[in-house]
């Protein structure tokens, strides 16, 4: 328990010790505006239609993923994962290259002679909330599959259980477990969007909290009004958090031998055409765009500037540094939250915390210590960690719950405790997860979930940086190449560790 | 454990160099200090003979910068504020933090402009920006605009220098109509985005028939991309000027190396790097003149610019005019 202690002081010291920050420096909370209301309500019905679908639609996707096999299904699953690691400005090129008043879709209406759709309004925030988040719910919804023991499965076969049968027996109780927490981890990334709502929404009736907080900081510099903004963003994850924890319940299947699971997908053609266009429509609207951004920028890949290819190493070490303080706050935290409910609280708090407000209190409580350029690697570091871990632990907790739950009491009985238990139980139990966690925290810092503006310093820039400063150079070209080299190379990270993990599963 | 290491690796390099020579720190944005911005030529010039080390430290953009000192207040290590514009030194000025630079008023701006705290180093006019293979005939004012069905991207005034340039820019030319102005450019407005590069990206990408940004944009694809599609369409009401200017703090440290640079802002060298670099006039034209490409670009004959504080006084207003305007 001290290791989970010390990860949830060291998260509430980062989320609300900055928010205090902020409003130390103000002297106080400001008072929020009737603007910033409006904001608040746009953004939580974004939000909450967002995370709605995203979760709504992984259901078929991540069950028709899991009971059929076929060449390639691994490399699809991968693949699959990919928007959610993207940075938002590449995603928002990859989806105007399909969905934009010059993209493929709008082509192809108009050689049909079809009046053009436009993508930009309330419908385009949430369709790229939908594309960025389907995947993390999908990979969710995938593990809790892959997690009813296939004991279970096997019973369900020789009871001759029909789909039907098989989805109120087994899949719904592990979807009742699942779904909450995979919705309240999306509707939390869509509440806190700032960069996606306001490129995609069209004008100011799609402002965010997070654009109102950067008026506050910018525009006005009323900070007292922003860490009133911060502390609503907070209150809002708490709402949403108990909200969430009242709806999920344990799935109880007991522990299984871990045997492979004996796949016997149901039969009939028309579930078979049903699982195939799901697959395919799913795979289309997330792969295409992705395609998309690869098509430009890989051309001019090799002309790239030596400072772009710097600015991808140290990008690098950032992601791996920030991968490893993940895992050590995420599992423990894990471990912790399968017994007592309040470490996930702590856990999923950073998911509201607004970049702004992280950054500028950082720089307040730092800039007495040393000058804020040589602490923005170690900082960045520091924020993308903290700013992966509500996904990491969202990845570790349903195995953790299930490990608590069923080999509690055995390893209490065997004596197993400390570094033994680690080693023999916990880590091998949690490789699957683990894996994803960690590649989808070295993929997320690749993308630096934060612009810490304050701390940047373009001679030690990140890529993302990077790629912002030639787009600031009219270097648009550049820029693209960027981008692919981005999404490559998150995209390896994030396969490296997920192969690793589900290897060390078998 | 690395990590402090590191950290303490650092804070010592730092504490060693300051002993060699004395260090001037300026204190600007981003794209002045990427290696295609002026300041890696800026620094190699100026550290030839003033026996010193010169520092850019970066704080994102414009406004980012004034929030920068704004939190920093006295506090702070810059002896040189550059890159502020007129939009902004009212607040700056009211921070008593800068001191008066005693130099002489920039002789190559557009309209005249003196202030006791603040020298102008660039400048350039806010335009609408198109490609000529996609748009023969651009509108020829805001109204023309607001009445064809022409597509525009924008940037959003809260968060980018550009597009609070554009409400001041509507403001200045149209006042207590210029609510209905907006109105009208509401079916226009493709999106509005955060800053001014994806603004750019998009219209590049075709994405709408015309974007916000300089007039001295063209020059660009002219020069670096041998492109001359793109050209700023000139607007009858006159164009908003961006000023961009730089001040000496109060407090430095180094009272006679700020001075010396504030003088060298107006030398040959710095601002013979400007129009290629910063894509922006330069405040006083070197001896060689502009590149060529600058002699191609729209010179709009009249000018519009609010004051300091009739730019500070306005930007709320016209905000929520904005706001309403386009928030249906």
């Known amino acids: 328990m001290l290791p989970a202690r010390l990860a949830t002081l060291a998260v509430l010291a980062l989320v609300l010790g900055t928010l205090a920050a902020v409003a130390w420096q103000a002297g106080g909370l400001g008072a929020l505006q009737a603007a910033d209301l409006a904001a608040a309500r746009f953004t939580v019905v974004q939000a909450l239609i967002s995370a709605t679908l995203s979760v709504a639609l992984a259901v078929p996707v991540a069950r028709a993923l899991h009971r059929r096999r076929f060449p390639g299904r691994g490399a699809l699953v991968s693949l699959m994962g990919a928007p959610f690691i993207l940075p938002a400005v590449v995603a928002v090129m990859g989806l105007l290259a399909v969905f934009g008043r010059a993209g493929v879709v709008n082509d192809a209406l108009a050689a049909l002679g079809q009046p053009r759709i436009s993508i930009y309004g309330a419908g385009g925030v949430v369709l790229a909330h939908v594309f960025f988040n389907l995947p993390l719910a999908t990979r969710l919804l995938l593990h809790g599959w892959q997690a009813i023991p296939s004991e279970r499965m096997r019973l369900a076969q020789s009871l001759g259980f029909s789909p039907k049968a098989t989805l109120r027996h087994l899949e719904l109780p592990m979807l009742r477990a699942t779904l909450p927490g995979a919705w309240l981890a999306i509707f939390l990334v869509c509440l806190a969007s700032f960069a996606v709502a306001l490129t995609l929404g069209g004008g100011p009736a799609a402002t965010t909290i997070e654009l109102a907080i950067y008026q506050a900081f910018r525009f006005d510099f009323d900070l007292a009004r922003a860490a009133s903004l911060g502390l609503l963003q907070v209150a809002l994850c708490v709402a949403a958090f108990a909200v969430s924890a009242r709806i999920a319940l344990p799935q109880g299947f007991g522990a299984g031998l871990d045997r492979r699971a004996v796949l016997a997908p149901p039969l009939g053609w028309v579930l078979r055409v049903q699982d195939g266009v799901v697959m395919g429509l799913a795979a289309a609207f997330l792969i295409v765009p992705m395609a998309a951004v690869l098509l430009r920028g890989l051309p001019a890949l090799s002309g790239l500037p030596v400072s772009v290819w710097a600015a991808a190493g140290r990008s690098l070490v950032v992601a791996l540094a920030a991968t490893a303080l993940t895992l050590l706050l995420a599992l423990p935290l894990a471990l912790a939250a399968a017994r007592q409910r309040r470490f996930e609280w702590a856990g999923t708090l950073p998911l509201v915390a607004s970049p702004l407000v992280l950054g500028t209190g950082l720089f307040l409580l730092l800039r007495g210590f040393a000058a804020p350029a040589t602490l923005a690697l170690p900082v960045t570091v520091a924020v993308n960690a903290a700013l992966a871990l509500p996904f990491a632990l969202r990845t570790l907790l349903p195995a953790a719950r299930t490990l608590q739950a069923d080999y509690d009491r055995l390893a209490a009985s065997l004596g197993l405790s400390g570094f033994a238990r680690l080693r023999l139980l916990t880590l091998p139990r949690l490789a699957r997860p683990l894996g994803f966690a960690a590649g989808l925290s070295a993929a997320l810092s690749m993308g630096d979930l934060g612009v810490i503006a304050l701390f940047a310093d373009p001679t030690q820039a990140t890529l993302p940086l990077q790629l912002y400063a030639l787009m600031g150079a009219y270097r648009m070209a550049d820029a693209a190449a960027a981008a692919s080299l981005l999404m490559v190379l998150s995209f390896a990270l994030f396969w490296a560790f997920d192969r690793l993990g589900s290897h060390a599963d078998a | ?328």
């Open chain 2, 1 to 328: 454990m690395r990590l402090s290491l590191m950290l303490a690796g650092f804070l010592c390099a730092t504490a060693a160099q300051a002993q060699d020579k004395p260090v001037l720190t300026v204190l600007t944005y981003d794209s002045f200090v990427t290696e295609w911005g002026p300041a890696p030529i800026i620094e190699e010039v100026f550290e030839r003979d003033c026996g010193c080390d010169l520092r850019f430290v970066a704080a994102g953009d414009g406004a980012a910068l004034m929030a920068r000192l704004l939190l920093e207040g006295d506090k702070t290590d810059a002896d040189v504020v550059l890159g502020l514009d007129t939009s902004l030194t009212a607040q700056a000025a009211a921070t008593g933090l800068f001191a008066p630079h005693g130099l002489a008023p920039a002789p190559d701006l557009p309209m005249a402009y003196d202030d006791a705290l603040f020298t102008p180093y660039d400048w350039g006019w806010f335009a609408f920006v198109y490609d000529t293979t996609r748009l023969a005939t651009p509108p020829k004012d805001f109204i023309e605009l607001g009445a064809s069905d022409v597509k525009i991207v924008i940037q959003d005034p809260r968060s980018s220098t550009p597009g609070l340039g554009l409400l001041l820019w509507v403001k200045a030319a149209y006042g207590d109509r210029a609510g209905e102005v907006w109105a009208a450019l509401a079916d226009n407005i493709v999106t509005v985005t955060p800053g001014w590069s994806e603004a750019y990206g998009l219209f590049l990408e075709g994405e709408a028939d015309m974007v916000l940004s300089y007039s001295t944009s063209p020059a660009y694809h002219v020069i670096a991309e041998a492109d001359v599609t793109k050209e700023a369409a000139p607007f009858g009401e006159g164009h908003y000027l961006q000023i961009e200017v730089a001040g000496r703090l109060a407090a430095s440290d180094q009272p006679e190396l700020a001075d010396r640079f504030m003088a060298f802002i107006h030398s040959p060298a710095f601002q013979g790097t400007i129009p290629e670099t910063n894509w922006m006039y330069p405040a006083t034209t070197s001896p060689a003149g502009l590149p060529l490409a600058f002699e191609w670009l729209i010179w709009p004959e009249k000018s519009l610019l609010m004051s300091p504080q009739e730019a500070q006084a306005a930007r709320g207003p016209a905000l929520a005019e904005w706001r309403a305007a386009l928030a249906r």
